[in-house]
């Protein structure tokens, strides 16, 4: 045996340990990305401003405050120019809380008068980040934790801003607001030090980041668009601002009247894949609908970085109780009986510090290969679980071509061809959100069972040559796979009917799940050109998907694209002997819904007013439910559910306990409903209340 093919059988093996297997991987082209988690060179320090409560028409039309946490480097002749900015906003939470180690936060009385009750303490929602200011000060940026508790945090939202996440966002462009005066007009508090002085008149408005866990998320989120709407009054206020990089942790998606997309920025969700709250993972939506943005810019990528094992709660270490009862993808990184996950906070430092790090300031592009699915993750996060990377570096026209994204009838191609399918049942569907996929199943693996996706006539081939990658989303059908992982091939066809090499998926991706979802999650596979031979990449007919490998199975197939950059820190990779690792999927059973019976629930009063605040001064009916058992603040909306319709405006009509909600219905939906319809509400657990 000579030494090449000892080096490849060496390679050839599987090793069982703690979980995971590793997988040889012979073709897979991949560098290991850098690790973020390491403290840099500059010693920082923390301080806080805070500003006496008041009604701010530029936030909400009722009392806010403006508080807030900044890290800073003490170094001001560091000699790098000027300082990057991140801003960070907490989610939704309680706003006072009792004991410790864990600390029960199970009242919002600081919400609506400043003040707590006996034994309470007001909770530090923005302090749950420290652990990533630190180390992102420490590395020579300027970071701002905002507390978002006064008026927001825990309170009852409107027709246009069901989760006061449009006010989230005021109040981050206000906090910025702040800054830039500081910057440029001096002034700013005391209690942020003389130090502070001097770095503020540097710090960059022009290299920006922003950060958002849960309804932090699309507050952020809300932030950059409200910036950018025409004649939006904040460009006046913080002249020059340039976000350049969104990260989002957990976020919710569609709590206000509008569509709060991140175009023209880079933009990253990081996913819990147990997200006991979050737990239809809509953070991901914006992604799916940016992916159809054909006039992006080139340099504005968007990701997912979706985490197994993950809650919802401990990525903020001031958030202290578990919101998942159980894990059903992968093995939790969380103990529900503990306050915290070190495990998680060292994903929460290997992604977010990789992320602004690849995009602020004097940018180190090789931290961008964290989030680029043609990179091996490093130990860091490999040796604690799986994640899985949907990518695209732009989905602009100019940077992507769409071979196949499934928006027609089952059978025809977006281009508008007919697409071949053997041996294999298949069609196109939405999944729960608007994304749509081909579910594709087989019974029996051989060459002749196969999709093909034509983009061409008869005879005929389009172009690809100076593309870099064929990029796809796939992810695996709920219960319809037995093996633990699922493989195929990949073949190109030219106009003359020749075909390529074959290409496994699982030298470029590992798909194994997570298929448990309620709401299925995708991951991008990449692969490069030039690892197909024996074609015209000039005439280029069809991609065939074999399904040559693993036995019988399902899958969801999306988004199949040619992608001209390789992304942000990578080049043409080459082929390199690589392991990667598998996190195993835990068998586990649904965890049942928990309902609290009707016996412990009465509708205390429906009542019409006719001037509500919420909706604007017109007529409402509220409906004003209590329960023996607290309704908890989460950061998905409560739902009133009557009958088959499903209602989300509402606030807490008891702030101390959390034992009564009103739900706001306009008098038209009002009508609508039958009296005779069941009625619950869904807020983790089920509230039944009998009849209307």
């Known amino acids: 045996m000579n030494n090449k093919m000892k080096i490849l059988v060496s390679y050839i093996f599987i090793v069982v340990f ?35 409560p008041q009604i701010d028409p530029d936030v909400l039309n009722q009392m806010t405050e403006v508080w807030a946490k900044v890290f800073y480097p003490t170094d001001t002749n560091s000699g790098e120019g000027k300082y990057p900015l991140v801003m960070m906003l907490h989610g939704n939470h309680a706003t006072c809380g009792y004991g410790a180690n864990p600390r029960i936060d199970s009242s919002c009385e600081y919400t609506y008068f400043g003040t707590c009750p006996a034994g309470y303490v007001t909770v530090p929602n923005h302090e ?59 002034g700013a508090p005391d209690s942020l030090g003389t130090g502070f002085r001097e770095i503020i008149k540097n710090v960059d408005f022009g290299s920006v980041g922003l950060l958002g866990h849960s309804r932090g998320g699309e507050g952020v989120r809300a932030a950059y668009n409200l ?51 979050v737990s239809d993972l809509e953070g991901r939506y914006p992604f799916e609908r940016m992916l159809l943005n054909t006039s992006e810019v080139s340099d504005a990528q968007k990701s997912l970085y979706e985490v197994w094992g993950a809650n919802h709660n401990f990525f903020n270490t001031e958030w202290q109780q578990s919101d998942a009862y159980d894990c059903l993808v992968g093995k939790p990184i969380f103990d529900q009986n503990n306050y915290y996950s070190i495990e998680q906070q060292k994903i ?61 009838e089952t059978g025809t191609n977006t281009s508008g061809y007919l697409n071949l399918f053997k041996q ?107 690892a197909f031979k024996g074609v015209d990449l000039t005439k280029i007919h069809s991609v065939r998907f074999i399904f040559n490998k693993t036995q019988s199975g399902a899958i969801y197939l999306a988004n199949i694209r040619m992608q001209r950059q390789w992304g942000v820190g990578s080049d043409r990779m080459t082929l390199l002997e690589k392991a990667q690792r598998l996190h195993r999927m835990t068998p586990r059973m649904q965890q049942p819904v928990i309902y609290v019976p009707a016996a412990m629930n009465t509708i205390r009063s429906i009542r019409v007013v006719h001037q509500s605040a919420a909706l604007a001064g017109r007529p409402a009916v509220e409906i004003r439910l209590a329960s023996q058992v607290p309704f908890p603040v989460m950061d998905r909306l409560p739902v009133l559910k009557i009958g088959n319709q499903k209602f989300f405006l509402s606030r807490y009509s008891d702030v101390k306990e959390l034992k009564e909600l009103i739900f706001t219905l306009t008098e038209e939906q009002y009508k609508s409903i039958s009296k005779d319809s069941e009625v619950a509400v869904i807020n983790g657990k089920i509230w039944k209340f009998g009849k209307l």
């Open 348 to 408: 929460g430092l290997a992604s977010v510090p990789a992320f602004f790090r690849s995009r602020l300031g004097v940018a180190d592009p090789a931290f961008n290969q964290n989030f680029n699915p043609m990179h091996l993750l490093p130990a860091v996060v490999t040796d604690i679980t799986q994640v899985d990377r949907d990518f695209t570096p732009s989905p602009g026209a100019t940077e992507t071509t769409v071979f196949e994204d499934f928006d027609k």
């Open 424 to 530: 294999v049942k298949m069609h196109h569907r939405n999944l729960e959100s608007a994304q749509r996929v081909a579910e594709i199943a087989w019974e029996m693996a051989s060459q002749e069972t196969f999709f093909e996706a034509v983009w061409a006539s008869a005879s005929q081939g389009r172009d690809i040559h100076d593309f870099a990658t064929l990029d796809f989303r796939v992810g695996r059908v709920a219960d319809q796979n037995a093996d633990e992982t699922t493989d195929f091939s990949i073949a190109f066809e030219d106009a003359v009917g020749r075909i390529s090499n074959e290409i496994r998926a699982s030298d470029y991706a590992i798909v194994n799940g997570p298929g448990g979802n309620k709401n299925p999650v995708l991951k991008t596979v990449r692969i490069p050109l030039s």
């Open 227 to 277: 910036y950018r709407d025409p004649g939006s009054p904040w460009p006046a206020k913080i002249p020059g601002l340039k976000v350049k990089a969104i990260f989002e942790i957990g976020a919710v998606d569609g709590q206000t009247s509008r569509v709060l997309d991140a175009n023209g920025t880079v933009w990253n969700q990081l996913l819990p894949m147990c997200d006991g709250d």
């Open 128 to 186: 749950g980040y420290d652990y990533l200011a630190k180390n992102l000060a420490s590395w020579g940026m300027v970071v701002v934790s905002i507390n978002a508790n006064r008026g927001i945090t825990c309170g009852g939202g409107n027709e246009d801003d069901f989760g006061l996440n449009l006010a989230r966002g005021k109040l981050v462009l206000k906090h910025l607001s702040l800054l830039y005066q500081w910057s440029h007009l001096g």
């Open 18 to 52: 703690t979980g995971f297997i590793t997988i040889a991987n012979p073709a897979f082209a991949a560098k290991t990305a850098p690790d973020s988690t390491v403290l840099g060179p500059h010693p920082m320090t923390a301080a806080e401003y805070r500003f006496s």
